[in-house]
């Protein structure tokens, strides 16, 4: 008897573990339930490692919950999650994600408003020291290094001595991008960043976050076309749950299925 079918099996998984090593995050047949409604429907989602994607589609497609499946928040059902080819997230509980190099910023900036830009960047160094040691340590060379690198990514080096309460909207969000740079995450998980930003705000966003992505994995849940237009990178669109579109914007865009559910509406 030919042993085919055996080898054949054995070579699949080898070709999706060989897959999976390349990637920096990796969903395969992922599902969850919420009271036996299927908010999550076997998604598979593949981010290659140092990619930025960008994730559309209607509310209630999944993309939050999705996110939670990531960081921790969320277990799931069923299906495979690996984090850098071989850690698999679903072992893993939610502070110890972010240990590792999982960074994730909500839509609603969290900046301490009564200290300065760089002072709330310190903080987001420091990780465990107290407010105050963080804002009284002396800072070696490095991290003045760091802090000023940051600075100058999220386009605040000018504004490092002014107070957060008086930044503007879009400001906040590009310090709380800063602080998330400052724990050195390997992904950045970043949920409708351009909410409420004026034009010129959500066009230096785009750029921003191309900056980034140069060293580091981007996941941007958008809902502004225009932005991920400029965003330039491989757009995923979930819908109930599961990818109904994947590709360039003009591919994502144009797709009918896209249109019905989403863009047409
Ligand atoms: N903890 C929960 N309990 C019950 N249902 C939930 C829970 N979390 C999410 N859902 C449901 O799962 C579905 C997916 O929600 P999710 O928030 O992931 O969508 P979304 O794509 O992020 O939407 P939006 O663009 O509105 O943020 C929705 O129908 C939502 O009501």
Same mark, same amino acid.
């Given at each position: 008897? =030919?042993?085919?079918?055996?080898?054949?099996?054995?070579?699949? $998984?080898?070709?999706?573990?060989?897959? +999976?090593? %390349?990637?920096?995050?990796?969903?395969?047949?992922?599902?969850?339930?919420? !009271?036996?409604?299927? *908010?999550?429907?076997?998604?598979?989602?593949?981010?290659?490692?140092?990619?930025?994607? $960008?994730?559309?589609?209607?509310?209630? *497609?999944?993309?939050?919950?999705?996110?939670?499946?990531?960081?921790?928040?969320?277990?799931?059902?069923?299906?495979?999650?690996?984090?850098?080819?071989?850690?698999?997230?679903?072992?893993?509980? =939610?502070? $110890?994600?972010?240990?590792?190099?999982?960074?994730?910023?909500?839509?609603?900036?969290?900046?301490?408003?009564?200290?300065?830009?760089?002072?709330?960047? *310190?903080?987001?160094?420091?990780?465990?020291?107290?407010?105050? $040691?963080?804002?009284?340590?002396? +800072?070696?060379?490095? %991290?003045? #290094?760091?802090?000023?690198?940051?600075?100058?990514?999220?386009?605040?080096?000018?504004?490092?001595?002014?107070?957060?309460?008086?930044?503007?909207?879009?400001?906040?969000?590009? &310090?709380?991008?800063?602080?998330?740079? #400052?724990?050195?995450?390997?992904?950045? &998980?970043?949920?409708?960043?351009? *909410?409420?930003?004026?034009?010129? %705000?959500?066009? =230096?966003?785009?750029?921003?976050?191309?900056?980034?992505?140069?060293?580091?994995?981007?996941?941007?849940?958008?809902?502004?076309?225009?932005?991920?237009?400029?965003?330039?990178?491989?757009?995923?669109?979930?819908?109930?749950?599961?990818? &109904?579109?994947?590709?360039?914007? !003009?591919?994502?865009?144009?797709?009918?299925?896209?249109?019905?559910?989403?863009?047409?509406?």
């Amino acid at each position: 008897m =030919e042993k085919a079918p055996q080898h054949a099996v054995g070579s699949e $998984a080898e070709t999706k573990e060989s897959l +999976r090593k %390349e990637t920096i995050l990796y969903l395969d047949g992922v599902s969850v339930s919420f !009271d036996g409604f299927k *908010a999550i429907n076997n998604l598979s989602f593949l981010l290659q490692k140092g990619e930025m994607r $960008a994730i559309i589609g209607p509310n209630g *497609a999944g993309k939050t919950t999705m996110m939670d499946i990531i960081t921790g928040k969320t277990r799931p059902d069923e299906g495979e999650v690996f984090f850098d080819g071989d850690i698999d997230l679903t072992k893993h509980d =939610e502070p $110890a994600i972010a240990t590792m190099g999982i960074g994730r910023k909500f839509q609603k900036p969290t900046v301490f408003e009564g200290h300065t830009v760089e002072d709330n960047l *310190a903080l987001a160094l420091s990780g465990s020291r107290s407010i105050f $040691a963080s804002i009284f340590h002396h +800072r070696d060379e490095e %991290e003045e #290094a760091r802090i000023t690198g940051i600075l100058e990514t999220i386009r605040l080096y000018p504004l490092r001595e002014t107070s957060a309460a008086n930044l503007s909207h879009g400001q906040k969000q590009w &310090l709380e991008i800063g602080m998330l740079l #400052a724990q050195d995450p390997k992904v950045l &998980l970043v949920d409708e960043p351009v *909410a409420g930003m004026t034009d010129a %705000e959500t066009e =230096e966003t785009a750029r921003l976050l191309r900056d980034i992505a140069r060293d580091h994995s981007v996941v941007v849940v958008e809902h502004d076309m225009g932005f991920v237009r400029d965003l330039g990178v491989k757009v995923t669109c979930l819908h109930e749950g599961s990818v &109904l579109s994947e590709g360039s914007i !003009d591919h994502v865009s144009s797709d009918p299925k896209v249109v019905e559910v989403y863009l047409g509406r």
